[in-house]
T-cell receptor, first 116, second 113 residues
Framework: DTAVSQTPKYLVTQMGNDKSIKCEQN?????MYWYKQDSKKFLKIMFS???????INETVPNRFSPKSPDKAHLNLHINSLELGDSAVYFC???????????????FGPGTRLTVL | AQTVTQSQPEMSVQEAETVTLSCTYD???????LFWYKQPPSRQMILVIR??????QNATENRFSVNFQKAAKSFSLKISDSQLGDTAMYFC??????????FGKGTMLLVSP
């Protein structure tokens, strides 16, 4: 059973399009995240949701809108895609504050987005 | 704000040898967690080892061990008996409280026969 899953794994699209990436976790965690990994492999947090509420929103264009319908899902919608949005996007989840949890984050397999 | 620095962009080692990847961090927090993640070509992020800041004993997981020096804010990863499957990008990461992971820029490790 996959702990954190993302769909699709690959996404190729044209500039200006709107696309969504879905994420689901079956670990019962209360917190989910989106990270962006650029072409130089640098990983940076974009958003964090705790119990369906946005708790962290880094400096990300407002073309990016996360949506959390429930604790197990955190989707990422991107409007008006630009060339610079090409990257690998990782979803992750964790259980915050639980003793001995280390706040460890479990990652999905990533979605490689290519904007042409 | 926390920062994590990995000063070695690339490293090479031969099979069966030992290699150490360095990581330093900066924080004003007293309790936090440190991690090493491995990202092979499959791009999956795999947790290698973790350390709680208040534990003085260095964490060990089979061939992987850390040298955690809290005063120096250093958290290096030692890989013993390197294997070809260890070839990957290695990321050092920091988290405290309700914050998210802060990653270093990564070290690309190449293990050759």
């Amino acid at each position: 059973d996959t702990a954190v899953s993302q769909t699709p794994k690959y996404l190729v699209t044209q500039m200006g399009n709107d696309k969504s990436i879905k994420c689901e976790q079956n670990l019962g965690h209360d917190t989910m995240y989106w990270y962006k990994q650029d072409s130089k492999k640098f990983l940076k947090i974009m958003f964090s949701y705790n119990n369906k509420e946005l708790i962290i929103n880094e400096t990300v264009p407002n073309r990016f809108s996360p949506k959390s319908p429930d604790k197990a899902h955190l989707n990422l919608h991107i409007n008006s895609l630009e060339l610079g949005d090409s990257a690998v996007y990782f979803c992750a989840s964790s259980q915050i504050g639980e003793p001995n949890s280390y706040n460890e984050q479990f990652f999905g397999p990533g979605t490689r987005l290519t904007v042409l | 704000a926390q920062t994590v620095t990995q000063s070695q962009p690339e490293m090479s080692v031969q099979e069966a040898e030992t290699v150490t990847l360095s990581c330093t961090y900066d924080t004003s927090e007293s309790n936090y967690y440190l991690f090493w993640y491995k990202q092979p070509p499959s791009r999956q992020m795999i947790l290698v080892i973790r350390q709680e800041a208040y534990k003085q004993q260095n964490a060990t997981e089979n061939r992987f061990s850390v040298n955690f020096q809290k005063a120096a804010k250093s958290f290096s990863l030692k890989i013993s008996d390197s294997q070809l499957g260890d070839t990957a990008m290695y990321f050092c990461a920091f988290v405290s409280g309700y914050s998210t992971l802060t990653f270093g820029k990564g070290t690309m490790l190449l293990v050759s026969p």
